[in-house]
């Protein structure tokens, strides 16, 4: 709590000039708020600046679309159709409503309810439950200055996303971790934390649980179907002392590559009161259309378009508009089809290399995944693998980079720093198995 606490404060700064019967002096004193200290040190500027700083570098670490995929042919077809009537790109044009495009917002609600019929499972929601937001970063930060105060509790999966860790750390929340494996977050792990908050007298401050349930990022790890409906009665049989909501991050739903997809979280909220959705068409569409929305609990809505309002009353308009015309003529579908033939391409690609370089290296493991964008390897105990440990800089000197594992666990909790996330969406084939190739002979050094 006293490193929350803490204010960056810039001395002030004194200057004399002239006469000193007839002194100047300045002083500036630029006190930073305290969001500001809260929102220091996180991973993504210092991974961002090592890759822009080595070019040459292979990054195994940037967590982007492939960009030989991106949709150029598709969004040309759909810009012509969206300009080809004058009063259409005129609405595109002009503002929007704060709580997005309603044709596209159906259109959203349509796919999502369909999703989980096809797998016999119903969807209840209105449009007036969709909020469309630059993308679904911009959702769960909004979430967040909706439902938390400093001091509050949300429960995450160890490990988890890192950038929504961040995202809780500005807002001066406690991020909490609780156990999970191949299966995703354990609900055993889940109780016994709940229990442990309500025997300090903390339960009252935990405001939601956190979950990526399909092919999480960092571990490409899905919430089995078993452990989906527990999740959710676990999180409203506990809503004892205040609602605790689930928060579904769903970003990587459309990148299955093999198996059956699973109902949404949403699904089993047979109230509508629990779960919170977030989704985006930027991993598998276009990142740089930047368009995501959010399924809302109805009560949650207007306080949430409340904060949208004091932010940009309304994502780019045009940006939905384009989106909606993608889904109108189809050509969302097709490209993502697409889209998971490459991307499967490109998984076998680098599990064959970790076969080939990482396989004989004793206490090195992977999970292998059946969709997203990231390998999670685990390295043998107590080897550091972040970057003030032996891996790091002799990784960077072999040519590759990629993301220490320790920036992705909780604040609070277990926090193990022998795991690292190799991403393969952005390299060609070629690439990943040198960078992997590269890596081996890292870690064989660093292992002396």
């Given at each position: 709590?006293?490193?929350?606490?803490?204010?960056?404060?810039?001395?002030?700064?004194?200057?004399?000039?002239?006469?000193?019967?007839?002194?100047?002096?300045?002083?500036?004193?630029?006190?930073?708020?305290?969001?500001?200290?809260?929102?220091?040190?996180?991973?993504?500027?210092?991974?961002?600046?090592?890759?822009?700083?080595?070019?040459?570098?292979?990054?195994?670490?940037?967590?982007?679309?492939?960009?030989?995929?991106?949709?150029?042919?598709?969004?040309?077809?759909?810009?012509?159709?969206?300009?080809?009537?004058?009063?259409?790109?005129?609405?595109?044009?002009?503002?929007?409503?704060?709580?997005?495009?309603?044709?596209?917002?159906?259109?959203?609600?349509?796919?999502?309810?369909?999703?989980?019929?096809?797998?016999?499972?119903?969807?209840?929601?209105?449009?007036?439950?969709?909020?469309?937001?630059?993308?679904?970063?911009?959702?769960?930060?909004?979430?967040?200055?909706?439902?938390?105060?400093?001091?509050?509790?949300?429960?995450?999966?160890?490990?988890?996303?890192?950038?929504?860790?961040?995202?809780?750390?500005?807002?001066?929340?406690?991020?909490?971790?609780?156990?999970?494996?191949?299966?995703?977050?354990?609900?055993?792990?889940?109780?016994?934390?709940?229990?442990?908050?309500?025997?300090?007298?903390?339960?009252?401050?935990?405001?939601?649980?956190?979950?990526?349930?399909?092919?999480?990022?960092?571990?490409?790890?899905?919430?089995?179907?078993?452990?989906?409906?527990?999740?959710?009665?676990?999180?409203?049989?506990?809503?004892?002392?205040?609602?605790?909501?689930?928060?579904?991050?769903?970003?990587?739903?459309?990148?299955?590559?093999?198996?059956?997809?699973?109902?949404?979280?949403?699904?089993?909220?047979?109230?509508?009161?629990?779960?919170?959705?977030?989704?985006?068409?930027?991993?598998?569409?276009?990142?740089?259309?930047?368009?995501?929305?959010?399924?809302?609990?109805?009560?949650?809505?207007?306080p949430l378009l409340e904060q949208k309002g004091n932010f940009d009353f309304g994502s780019p308009n045009f940006a939905q508009h384009l989106m909606h015309t993608v889904l109108d003529l189809g050509l969302f579908d097709e490209h993502v089809q697409q889209l998971r033939v490459g991307y499967r391409t490109k998984l076998d690609a680098m599990l064959q290399a970790a076969d080939q370089h990482l396989g004989p290296i004793n206490g090195v493991r992977w999970i292998a995944p059946t969709g997203g964008l990231y390998v999670w390897v685990t390295m043998p105990n107590e080897f550091d693998t972040g970057p003030t440990g032996p891996l790091f800089d002799r990784a960077l000197e072999a040519g590759v980079l990629y993301v220490p594992g320790q920036y992705c666990y909780p604040r609070e909790g277990p926090r193990y720093s022998n795991t690292i996330r190799l991403s393969f969406g952005v390299q060609p084939i070629e690439a990943?198995?040198?960078?992997?190739?590269?890596?081996?002979?890292?870690?064989?050094?660093?292992?002396?």
């Amino acid at each position: 709590m006293r490193e929350w606490r803490s204010i960056l404060k810039l001395e002030a700064e004194v200057r004399f000039a002239g006469d000193p019967m007839n002194e100047s002096t300045t002083v500036s004193h630029t006190y930073l708020s305290q969001r500001a200290a809260w929102a220091r040190g996180q991973p993504i500027s210092y991974l961002m600046a090592q890759a822009l700083a080595q070019p040459e570098l292979i990054s195994l670490a940037a967590g982007f679309v492939d960009q030989q995929t991106l949709p150029e042919v598709p969004v040309r077809t759909a810009l012509e159709a969206l300009l080809s009537d004058a009063t259409d790109a005129r609405a595109a044009l002009q503002y929007g409503t704060t709580i997005g495009y309603p044709p596209l917002r159906e259109a959203i609600r349509a796919r999502a309810r369909q999703a989980d019929h096809d797998l016999g499972e119903e969807t209840d929601l209105s449009i007036e439950q969709i909020v469309v937001t630059a993308g679904s970063n911009q959702l769960l930060q909004l979430v967040g200055e909706t439902l938390l105060d400093p001091g509050d509790i949300v429960l995450c999966t160890s490990p988890s996303y890192f950038v929504y860790l961040g995202t809780l750390a500005n807002l001066g929340a406690r991020s909490i971790g609780v156990a999970m494996d191949e299966e995703g977050l354990i609900p055993e792990a889940l109780e016994e934390e709940l229990a442990r908050l309500e025997d300090c007298g903390d339960l009252a401050r935990v405001k939601a649980i956190y979950c990526t349930s399909y092919f999480d990022n960092p571990c490409s790890v899905s919430l089995s179907g078993q452990r989906r409906p527990q999740l959710v009665d676990i999180a409203k049989r506990w809503s004892r002392q205040g609602r605790i909501h689930v928060i579904e991050d769903a970003a990587y739903r459309d990148l299955r590559y093999t198996g059956n997809d699973l109902p949404s979280l949403r699904a089993y909220d047979e109230e509508g009161d629990t779960v919170i959705v977030a989704g985006t068409f930027s991993k598998s569409f276009s990142p740089g259309i930047r368009v995501g929305w959010g399924l809302l609990p109805e009560d949650l809505v207007g306080p949430l378009l409340e904060q949208k309002g004091n932010f940009d009353f309304g994502s780019p308009n045009f940006a939905q508009h384009l989106m909606h015309t993608v889904l109108d003529l189809g050509l969302f579908d097709e490209h993502v089809q697409q889209l998971r033939v490459g991307y499967r391409t490109k998984l076998d690609a680098m599990l064959q290399a970790a076969d080939q370089h990482l396989g004989p290296i004793n206490g090195v493991r992977w999970i292998a995944p059946t969709g997203g964008l990231y390998v999670w390897v685990t390295m043998p105990n107590e080897f550091d693998t972040g970057p003030t440990g032996p891996l790091f800089d002799r990784a960077l000197e072999a040519g590759v980079l990629y993301v220490p594992g320790q920036y992705c666990y909780p604040r609070e909790g277990p926090r193990y720093s022998n795991t690292i996330r190799l991403s393969f969406g952005v390299q060609p084939i070629e690439a990943i198995d040198q960078g992997v190739r590269a890596l081996a002979v890292a870690i064989r050094e660093a292992l002396g």
